[in-house]
């Protein structure tokens, strides 16, 4: 009998571990209940850069209220907010290259994900004057238009998701969108860079590097000589208990390339250093800055407390005339 339940016991315990380990796979977001990263599944399996923001959460963070209100954006939000309130009904946004990073501004597709009405924003369709369009029953109209060819347009995905950027962009998103094209999250070369990101974090991204991105075409840079071989970059940001930090990894073609970066890149920490000593924020901010290399990756870390983050801001300030000039003109 005691047998019996021991091992009854062992099987719910394995039974309730599993159910627990294991998240909901990503689908298409709904506002009000997606998370980040179900964002990557409106993406094309081609895209080649991507950047996922927890727009919801950063708008109620501090240090970005106080920036909206020093760079006097209110009268930008309240003609934004005719249609969609900033800080409550957006809820995520993704900026990508989906295609050719070569080719990034034919390929550039902005999503959202949001809470928003679709009367709105959508023409009357019996409008004589109205250019809205469908592409496989989905509604779209241009709104930047060069010589007859859309170079911009809006796509309706549904009742939660927008999609912006060019006609080529915002079609390849609808044809995901219905499944009729792979998405993101299929593909076998991004999957294992995907498990070294925080997926939840406030932002995250990845960018693959095309083999001669960074080839000089005439007498090689020792800095970029460095990073030639770099295929990969990923990052992610987050807030923590009154911290702000970024982790970066980035991903060389050749292993032996990533101490050489990492030496490199400790180098130049330790110049700015030496360039700040009458500056203790910037110091406090290098000193925290890590820099450690694998097979695998070369890592920079930086977490900054919010209060560091303002004192940065204002040294920068007195130190760029540009800004504060900008500033006041506003």
């Known amino acids: 009998m005691k047998i019996k339940v021991i091992a009854i016991s062992a099987l719910l315990a394995i039974i309730i571990f599993s159910l627990l380990a294991c998240s909901p796979a990503p689908r298409i977001p709904v506002a009000g209940s997606a998370r980040a990263q179900d964002m990557l599944s409106l993406l094309p399996v081609e895209t080649s850069a991507f950047l996922v923001v927890d727009w919801n959460r950063l708008m109620n963070l501090n240090l970005v209220k106080k920036s909206f209100e020093e760079e006097n954006l209110e009268p930008y939000r309240k003609k934004l907010e005719a249609f969609v309130n900033l800080k409550t009904d957006i809820y995520f946004v993704a900026l990508a290259v989906a295609g050719d990073l070569k080719k990034a501004p034919e390929n550039l597709l902005l999503l959202v994900n949001l809470k928003y009405n679709r009367e709105k924003l959508i023409p009357v369709e019996n409008e004589s004057d109205s250019s809205l369009e469908y592409y496989n029953g989905i509604p779209y109209f241009p709104f930047v238009e060069i010589e007859e060819s859309a170079i911009g347009c809006l796509a309706f995905l549904d009742d939660s998701n927008l999609a912006i950027g060019s006609e080529k962009a915002i079609k390849k998103a609808i044809e995901v969108y219905q499944g009729k094209q792979p998405n993101l999250l299929t593909s076998k070369e991004i999957k294992p860079y995907l498990k070294d990101i925080n997926l939840k974090a406030l932002t995250y991204g990845l960018t693959k590097i095309p083999a001669d991105f960074f080839r000089p075409e005439s007498q090689p840079d020792p800095y970029l000589k460095l990073i030639e071989n770099t295929r990969l970059v990923s990052s992610f940001s987050d807030y923590r208990q009154g911290s702000y930090l970024t982790e970066i990894k980035i991903y060389s073609s050749n292993k032996k390339q990533h101490q050489k970066m990492a030496e490199t890149l400790a180098g130049l920490k330790a110049l700015g250093l030496g360039l700040s000593g009458e500056s203790p924020e910037i110091s406090q901010a290098l000193n925290s800055l890590e820099i450690t290399a ?37």
């Open 294 to 330: 694998s097979d695998r990756y070369v890592k920079v870390f930086i977490s900054l407390e919010e209060e560091l983050i303002e004192k940065l801001k204002k040294t920068l300030m007195t130190r760029t005339p540009g800004v504060q000039k900008t500033k006041r003109n506003v």
